[in-house]
């Protein structure tokens, strides 16, 4: 594939405009003087919307609902209000009722709100609340992906392809999209995939354009921060990470590459800190539990180790580094008779599997330097990085914005 084709560069930011927080000020001065202006009220909702005031914004809902409450424009800044405070439930319902009541296309009967916005947000309620075979369904007659159609539309049929792990979908999609609807959103969720593709360089590429256009762009942060783990450059992947976590501490994907940052750096509590966060955010990840094993072992503490490994297995039991990783931690409480059961299970499936050749030194006697513990760790979760149990009924995180 020609990525310069499949992926051209956005057109060129546009200038910057004034402070959003200024012109929010400016609106509340002009309020104070009209205070019975509906379409200044309107505004001052979605700037403070914008600006993350969520009680300004709620002041202007409280008064809309005995003067307009019919009017189908406040009943959808209300959705938006509930969707920004992640009460996805009671968003979903109202979206649900405006897009019920509107006609097929275009415009509602009032004429106030466009059905296509509406469409799109209530997919996204259907995304952030897990189903994402749902917002699939209700995206479709967006046409995403094509000239002409809501560039949001695209970015989040590529994260929903995603949490569907339909890859492959979702990559000819990557590869027949309008170049319109190249944002950095879209780029950087694109660049997530091309990493779970193994498509190492297209990945860092599509990262680097989402970064020039948005340098906080959160799935781009986190492809491009593995890809600095994989070159064993911790410090500018955490560095890189940031604001990942700090826009999406929801994201575990964000977490468990931090906590790969920080076990190839050598400061296991944090990488502890932040692996034990991305195991709750997304249990069904192996090759994160993999590391957070790893990083027990690393502190000493073998039971919890062993624990961790025993749950990985519970997900698949035909990865060989997880039965390794039981061995070494029965190796290390010299369990001798587990450890050798479980080195031939792990054998089984992958001979040379480090894992299980560090599980048969340390029962030799060989190895117990727990030093030699980070590179080990390194080398298996290079090896399955994205591996999880295919469930269909997991969930990473919610991802995305609105």
Request: hydrophobic share 40%; net charge negative; aromatic share 4%.
């Amino acid at each position: 594939m020609n990525t310069h084709t499949a992926f051209p560069s956005p057109s060129p930011a546009p200038s910057a405009a004034p402070s959003p927080a200024a012109r929010l000020a400016l609106l509340c001065r002009f309020l104070v003087t009209d205070p019975d202006n509906q379409a200044l009220r309107k505004e001052v909702f979605h700037a403070a919307l914008a600006e993350g005031n969520a009680t300004l914004a709620r002041e202007q809902i409280e008064w809309s609902r005995p003067r307009c409450a019919a009017d189908p424009a406040w009943r959808h800044n209300t959705a938006l209000l509930a969707m920004q405070q992640g009460d996805w439930e009671d968003a979903r319902s109202l979206l649900q009722a405006l897009v019920t009541d509107a006609p097929a296309h275009g415009q509602n009967s009032q004429g106030s709100q466009d059905t296509t916005t509406l469409s799109y947000h209530l997919a996204y309620t259907h995304h952030a609340l897990g189903d994402h075979a749902g917002a699939l369904e209700r995206i479709a007659a967006l046409r995403p992906g094509s000239s002409g159609s809501l560039p949001q539309a695209f970015s989040l049929q590529l994260r929903a392809l995603h949490q569907l792990h339909r890859l492959d979908e979702a990559w000819q999609a990557i590869g027949k999209a309008d170049p319109s609807c190249w944002t950095a959103d879209a780029l950087g969720a694109a660049s997530l995939l091309a990493l779970d593709l193994e498509k190492f360089e297209v990945a860092g590429e599509l990262a680097s354009r989402a970064l020039a256009r948005d340098p906080t762009q959160w799935e781009a942060c986190v492809a491009q921060g593995t890809l600095l783990v994989e070159q064993e450059q911790p410090d500018a992947a955490l560095q890189m990470l940031l604001p990942a976590t700090q826009r999406h501490d929801q994201d575990g994907r964000s977490w468990s590459a931090t906590g790969l940052a920080h076990m190839l750096a050598g400061r296991l509590d944090l990488a502890h800190q932040a692996l034990t966060r991305a195991v709750a955010l997304m249990p069904q990840h192996i090759g994160t539990r993999l590391a957070l094993a790893w990083t027990e072992i690393a502190q000493g503490r073998l039971p919890a180790a062993e624990a961790a490994f025993a749950a990985a297995i519970s997900l698949d039991r035909n990865f060989a580094e997880s039965h390794g990783g039981l061995a070494a931690a029965q190796a290390l409480q010299g369990k001798v008779t587990e450890a050798q059961a479980s080195i031939r299970l792990a054998q089984g499936l992958d001979p040379q599997g480090p894992s299980a050749l560090y599980a048969q030194a340390v029962l030799s006697g060989e190895m117990r330097d727990p030093v030699r513990l980070r590179e080990l760790a390194r080398r298996v979760m290079g090896q399955q990085t994205n591996r999880r149990h295919d469930d269909s009924s997991s969930d990473d995180s919610e991802e995305g914005q609105t």
